[in-house]
C-alpha cells in the first residue's frame, strides 16, 4: 500500500508600504525609518530616496518615524486604507546644521561639514524618548540596531551584523572599559547627564582601532553650569523595567 503526502507551504501575509523620502530641493538617500510600534521593523532609502516596508498584516495601524541628518524628523501614521506610494517631505534643520560633533574626525566641525556621516541624538529627542537605558534609546532611534539577552543572559549588542566587540563605546572620547563576552555593561552608561550622542555606522578603525570595525558610539555629557547641583530619579517601564539614578556634581 502506498501513500501520498502533499505539503502546501504556508505564507504570513504582510503589507507591504512604498515611498519616497524628499527634502527641500531633492531626494534623500540614507534616510532612516523606524516603526514606532516595532522598532525591529526599519530601513533606510536607497539612493533614489525609495524605501520599502514590510508590516505585519494584522489590521494594525502604525506610526513611521523618519529621520535624515540636518532636516526636522517626522512621523507618519499609516492608515489602512491609504494605497502607495506614501511619501515623505522632511524640513531642513537649520540649527542641527550648525551643530558641532567630534566623533567622525576627533577634530570639532559643523554637522554640514563633517565628511563622516554623523547621527546625532540629542538632549530633547533623549528626553522624548524617556528610555530606560541606552539600548532602549538606540532601539528606538536607529534602525539596524538590536540588544538581546544571549544565553547566559549577557546583554548583547548587534548593529548591522556587527556584535558588540566590534562598536566602541565612547564617554567624551574616552573608551568604556570592561567588556564581559565581548559587550560592555550598557547598564552602566547613565543617560541623566547626557548632553547628546553621536554615532558614526561603518568603519572607523583608522581613528580608533579595531574594536571600531563597526562603529562608534560616543555619549557626550553636559557642561556644569551650576556651582553644584544634585539630581534623584526613578523610572518603571515595559517587561518590568526599571532604572534608578543618583547624580551629585561640583
Known sequence: MMGCFLTIPVFSANRIVTGTVFGTDETLPGAAIVVKENSRIATITDAEGVYTLSLPDDNKQYTIQVSYIGYIPQSKRLSLNKT????????????????????????????????VITKVITENEIRRVDATHIGELLQSE????????????????????????????????????????????????????????????GAASSLYGSNALGGVVNIITKKATEPWAANLNARVGSHNEQRYGGEFSA
Not at 84 to 99: C, F, G, K, V
Not at 155 to 176: A, K, W
Open 84 to 115: 502607495n506610494p506614501i511619501d515623505i517631505y522632511l524640513e531642513e534643520d537649520a540649527l542641527s546644521l550648525d551643530m558641532v560633533v567630534v566623533t567622525g574626525t576627533r577634530t570639532p566641525k559643523l554637522l554640514k561639514n563633517t565628511p
Open 142 to 201: 536607529l534602525p539596524g540596531i538590536e540588544f538581546s539577552y544571549s544565553m547566559n543572559q549577557q546583554v548583547s549588542l548587534n548593529m548591522q551584523g556587527f556584535g558588540g566587540n566590534s562598536v566602541l563605546f565612547l564617554v567624551d572620547g574616552e573608551r568604556v572599559a570592561g567588556e564581559t563576552l565581548d559587550n560592555i555593561d550598557y547598564s552602566r552608561l547613565n543617560l541623566d547627564n547626557v548632553e547628546r550622542i553621536e554615532i558614526v555606522k
